[in-house]
């Protein structure tokens, strides 16, 4: 599987497709879409005849599909949002889309004739998006809210699952039927004026989100992802307790956009209860407390870095992985502060923590 990185090669590809002056697209006008097209009473009418509409989704398809079209859409993105070198995050990126990327194919194989063109953004809000080709970019903000490469794997993975089903081509779907492609003349349109109108709309859908249907799809499919790499599976639900702490349980960042993805309170519970059925049963963890077979094992200690509740979760994934794979059946050892059972670790003790070999203890009698 090959990852691709954005190349200089692309300006030379790009005029000879005939989308040399596509990517400038900034001083065209930007499509009203819906509400207002609606408002100003411009809707599907307007839109005169099934050949341009046909002609609109051809230039969706070229976007979405070909290597030139990523390559359009990869540049709005770096346009808008500004494009971060930093090494250290660039790598932190590289290795979390190299896992995810190998994740997804076991899962979904069509990535591997569509890897993703990945950056890391200058922007500094707590925010990832990916829009139509495949084109994914992981804001600065995120690095700097969240210190975990589980969670922030788990927010790719959200991402991943939004471009495995081509979340953003069906809304600007929807959106280019009520959309004034009138502005873009619509006689005339066609080619990379169009391509450029279409790559506006495509990019304000990407930071958009999708519908709540489509949220719940992406959660749904992050948690399969992570269950195919080596992430701590808790993550998922550690990164919502995150955002619940962050921006309020009925509240969002704009990767959980307030008015299109579920409450965090909501996406958060999805994902308790995802761990709960992996670990068959036997594991909750609420308000940073584990129960083991319906009695407390300890309070998960607050660190710097964390909240009880977001610690707690990272330690029921472990317990969750251990009883999905049978290591439930071991005796539960130390090894240097670090509680095991059978080969997988549980939790590395921290100070707050119960003492390493009470915890041992207690496990081995409730387990
Ligand atoms: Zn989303």
Redesign the pocket.
Known sequence: MSFKKFSKKFAATMTAFGFGAAVSFSALPVPQVSAGADALGIGIGIISGVAQMSQANKQIEILNNTDEGQQILYQSFVKEYGKNDDPELNAKLDSIMKNLSKAVAVVDSSINDKPYLYFVSADKSLNAACGMGHVMMVNTGTFNHITSDDEIAAIVG?EMG?GQKDHVAKKVKKHINKATLAQVGAAAAGGSTLTNAIAVIALKQSMA??DRVQ?TE?DNLAWEYMLHTNYNIGACAAVQQRFVELFGSKNSSN?LNPSD?PDSDKRLANYANKLHEYSGKHVTAENGVIKINGKVFTTVAATSKMSSAERAYFVFGNLAATYHNGHSKSQATVSGNTLMLGKQPIMTVESGDEDINTLAEKLNAIK
């Open positions: 959200h939004h989100h999708g949220e992406a990767f993805h």
